[in-house]
């Protein structure tokens, strides 16, 4: 499945070329997994194996939208669908800014317990920072968040910012890998 995965990112997600990145940062690569993640095969493959990065405690995963909203949906139903997995998980995305109308919420879905534990999910990692912004509305409304995964980690310092938040980053993916 990893290795399905990796061929579908490279032949629809990855481009050499000149980019500017959403950090301001500009870069010769440029990875968009949505062409791959938004299909049935990419769903069922990155919901697969996402879930073998998930905490074992964990309740629920969340992302920062609209990157993380089909990888937290795919874990979430993959999660459902494993006899094996004791814990069932459910979905959350996080908004940019919060709702500007009604409960004026951060955190879309069913919210667990205060002091449940979440996972944040993320399609690609560069500095970290729409990660950690997920995880900072994620602890600010209770939730306990030690771990982020990613599917590519562009390799480009988000290890580093994690753990200067207190995170453990996971990935599947390196960059390195897209381009070889």
């Keep these: ?18 980019f500017t990145l959403s950090s ?4 010769q690569h440029y990875v968009n997994c949505k062409p791959v993640i938004l299909t049935g095969d990419g769903l ?5 194996l996402l879930l073998d990065f ?11 939208t609209l990157g993380a909203d089909p990888l937290v949906s795919a ?3 993959t999660s459902w669908l494993d006899n094996n997995r004791r814990t069932k998980l459910d979905a959350l995305i996080v908004r940019k800014q919060a709702k500007g109308h009604g409960t004026q919420a951060w955190i879309e879905g069913r919210l667990p ?14 500095t970290g920072g729409s990660s950690i912004k997920a995880v900072e509305k994620l602890r600010d409304a209770g939730y306990v968040v ?3 995964v990613t599917v590519i980690d562009r390799q480009e310092g988000a290890v580093d910012a994690m753990k200067e938040a207190g995170l453990e980053l996971c990935s599947i ?8």
């Design 1 to 18: 499945m990893r290795e399905y995965l990796l061929q579908l990112l490279k032949k629809n997600a990855y481009k050499k070329g000149e």
């Design 113 to 126: 317990l205060k002091g449940s534990k979440v996972t944040v999910l993320e399609d690609v990692t560069t």
């Design 75 to 77: 874990v979430a139903m």
């Design 44 to 48: 069922t493959l990155v919901g697969t």
């Design 24 to 27: 301001g940062k500009t870069s």
């Design 173 to 180: 993916f390196k960059l390195d890998e897209l381009c070889e």
């Design 146 to 148: 030690n771990r982020v």
């Design 54 to 64: 998930i905490e074992e405690d964990s309740v629920a995963v969340g992302g920062l």
